[in-house]
């Protein structure tokens, strides 16, 4: 069983940057990949970026490939996503999750956090 709970989200400006943190629980941490996704108001959730369990292999959204960043540090329990450049549409509610499996698919992960909310303006 993991728990995650993200932090970090807050209001920016366009442009702006901003880290995500998702704190994990439990000793087992270090053998799931994780990933954040993103859901915006009216929208499905959507694959932003994921890493596999030892942070050698990551993999990231067209759409915020070059301006964020997913890494992890295993000590800490904690995976991370750096924002850079921010857009107004990178607006979302952005969610931390766990899975056995390295893959952009949301069904690949079994636990997620609550969720911390990035709010863009222009």
């Known amino acids: 069983q993991v728990q995650l709970v993200e932090s970090g989200g807050g209001l920016v400006q366009a442009g702006g940057s901003l880290r995500l943190s998702c704190a994990a629980s439990?000793?087992?941490?270090?053998?799931?990949?994780m990933a954040w996704f993103r859901q915006a108001p009216g929208k499905e959730r959507e694959f932003v970026a994921t890493?596999?369990?030892?942070?050698?292999?990551?993999n990231h959204a067209d759409s915020v490939k070059g301006r964020f960043t997913i890494s992890r540090d295993n000590a800490e329990n904690t995976v991370y996503l750096q924002m850079n450049s921010l857009k107004p549409e990178d607006t979302a509610v952005y969610y931390c999750?766990?899975?056995?499996?390295?893959?952009?698919?949301?069904?690949?992960?079994?636990?997620w956090g609550q969720g911390t909310q990035v709010t863009v303006s222009s």
């Open positions: 439990g000793r087992t941490f270090s053998t799931y990949a």
């Open positions: 890493i596999n369990w030892t942070g050698d292999m990551t």
């Open positions: 999750a766990a899975g056995a499996v390295y893959s952009r698919n949301r069904r690949a992960y079994d636990y």
